[in-house]
């Protein structure tokens, strides 16, 4: 890859997955959204490995209630290693009807339609009953300083294929790696975890 193209590189609503020769404990087995990407570096976040607390928990220690039935015994999700106490939400857009702006205080507008929200009217709206109808909550995200995704790229330590929907909201936490080896038309168990270059 010529250093021009890895300036172009842009991985934005892309699945990072993990080679299964990945070295660093945190990231093995992983797939990671990627939010956004550019020169500057990237951010996303870990989509298949909970933490260690419910929705309900977490709404239990902001003293809220969680009026949404259908996420009680949803798990949150480590989105990996940065800002850890901090609650991220990715879900599909949702627009104020008069000025067609965010309907959240603090959201990142991804170009397949999805938002990443940080504020904490969406959850005040979780607690009501309402908001988005499909989402998935991290606590913490994954950031990769300007060229440091492209040099593990290169390292072969990761596996890039175009995000799905469908993986992200209607596939269960654990068969995440899978589906997402399966849009490449990969079996985990075709790839060797030794790197190396033909």
């Known amino acids: 890859m010529s250093s021009d193209s890895a300036s172009t590189l842009d991985l934005a609503q892309h699945f ?3 080679m299964p020769g990945m070295e660093d404990d945190l990231f093995a087995q992983s ?6 990407h550019g020169a500057h570096g990237a951010l996303g976040l870990v989509i298949n490995k909970p933490a260690d607390l419910l929705l309900d928990d977490l709404f239990e ?13 949803t798990s949150i999700l480590w989105g990996g290693p ?11 857009r949702v627009e104020d009807p008069e ?4 309907a959240y205080d603090s959201s990142m507008t991804m170009a397949d339609g999805l938002q990443l929200t940080t504020s904490r009217d969406i959850l ?11 989402l998935l909550l991290t606590l913490g995200y994954s950031a990769w300083d300007g060229g440091q995704l492209e040099d593990e790229l290169k390292r072969n330590s990761w596996l890039t ?7 992200l909201f209607d596939t269960p936490v654990p068969q995440r790696y899978d589906k997402a080896m399966e849009l490449l038309g990969i079996h985990p168990g075709m790839l060797s975890s030794a790197a190396g270059r033909a």
């Open 61 to 73: 220690q902001v003293s809220m209630p969680l009026g949404r039935k259908d996420l009680q015994g």
């Open 31 to 36: 797939v990671v959204y990627i939010c956004e």
């Open 161 to 167: 294929v175009p995000a799905s929907h469908a993986v």
């Open 124 to 134: 005040q709206e979780l607690s009501e009953g309402r908001g988005p109808e499909r």
């Open 99 to 102: 000025s067609k702006l965010s």
């Open 16 to 18: 990072l997955i993990a």
């Open 82 to 92: 940065v800002q850890t106490e901090r609650g991220f939400v990715l879900h599909p």
